[in-house]
Structure formats: C-alpha cells, structure tokens
C-alpha cells in the first residue's frame, strides 16, 4: 500500500463527498413519496420521515461530521419557489449539496448541510 | 521555557450563541430589503441570495464570528398552494443552535434560518401553508 493510496482512502473518510449522499437522499425520497400525489394530511409525515431516514443513514456511514438536513415539499401551482444558503465555515472539509425531485402533482427539495468536526 | 497556548474549543459565556439576537439580526435585514416589495419571479434569485449573504454577515458581525454559520432563506410565491418544510440535526446540543424567522406579504412567504454552532445548525421549520 502506497502513502498516497492512504491519503486517497483517508480523503474519502474525511471529507464530504456531495454525490454519494445525492444518491442516497434520493433514494430516500424516493422511498417515502415516490409513486404519491401531493397529500395535505400526510405531508407532515412525509417531509419528518425523509429528513429522518437521510439523517440516519448519514449518520450510520460513522464520518466526522455535524449534519443538517432539511426538506420541502411543494404542491405544484404555477407558484415560485426560491432557496438560497450562505455559509460561514471551512470550506476544504465542509459542504452541502441540494437534491431536487418532483412528480406530476408536488416538488421535493433536499438540502444536506455537513459541517467537519475536528478530531 | 515555551509558552503554553490556551485554545477555546467550546465557547464561553459571553460567547454563547444567542437565538434571539440573531433574531433580531434576521428580522432587522428581512424589514430593510422585503418591505413593499412584491414577488418578481426575475428578481427573486438575486433577492433571496443577497438577503443569505446579508444575513450571514449580520449575524458573524453580531459576536459570532467564532462560530460556523450556516444560512438559509426560502422565498415562495403565495397562490394558495400547500408548502411544508421540516429539518433535523445531528450536532453538538450544548454548543450549537439555531434562529429563524418568518415574513409574508400579499404575494410572497420568506424564511430566513440561521444555524451557527461551532457547527452550524438546523432549523427547525415552521409548517407553511397558504
């Protein structure tokens, strides 16, 4: 094994990889709205189980991270909808990434917030 | 013989994150730019990122600049259709925190969220419904 494949695997561990969790919230979201038509009584319960299950399985991949998720899901209208994020933080370790999905009736809009935590 | 540095890992009382100032902060930006204005669907990308811009700097001028920050806004249109948004955190509950605040007018429904900590924070978000 040479130094930099250390380094490569290290690098992996430690620093936030954007499309291996845009997989996974996906999937997520896919799981718990695909196949659905916007429903005002569940959508409580379907925006709380996403960022449940995306938070749990980030947190289940054991990496040093402080992690927020967020979701919103919008009833399709014709009606805009913007979001924007600033961030103060270090911007080698740190990241985020934004995972959009929609259907015929509603949109979905996952954002991950991964914040290092020093070792 | 050398000198031992003293390094802060959590902070202190004095710099403890305060959820209702950075209210405040989020409030006072939030009036500046929002009053009187209606929803543009041309100019509202600027509009939301320069008000998260202008809300991270508030909010790291007010004596968290220590802190990391993490700011969100999220502009919709208002034409009655139904809008929900909900977020979860994993950090450190002593040392980190969150503040948010929600404006509407006629036309339009924005909630700026600031999570600072030493890692930044979520929100936890109110439920929108037109």
Partial sequence: ITSSTCLEVLQRLVVFNPDEISVSVKECVEGVIGGTDYNQSKVNQWTASIVEHSLTHLVKQGRPFKYIVNCTIMQKSGAGLHTANSCYWDTATDGSCTVRWENRTMYCVVSVFAVAVAL | ?130
């Fill in chain 2, 1 to 130: 013989m050398g000198e031992s540095d003293t390094y802060h890992i959590r902070p202190n009382h004095q710099q403890k994150f305060r959820p209702a100032v950075v209210k405040e902060c989020i409030r006072e930006i939030v009036r500046e730019q929002l009053s009187g204005v209606q929803y543009n669907p041309e100019e509202v990308l600027e509009l939301t990122r320069s008000l998260a811009d202008s809300v991270k700097d508030k909010v790291k001028n007010s004596g968290f600049d220590k802190y990391k920050l993490v700011v969100q806004v999220v502009i919709g249109e208002q034409r009655g259709q139904g809008v929900k948004m909900s977020s979860r955190c994993f950090w450190d509950a002593d040392t980190d925190s969150y503040a948010e605040d929600v404006f509407m007018n006629a036309s339009s429904i924005l909630v700026p969220r600031s999570l600072p900590g030493l890692c930044p924070e979520a929100v936890l978000t109110p439920c929108l419904h037109s």
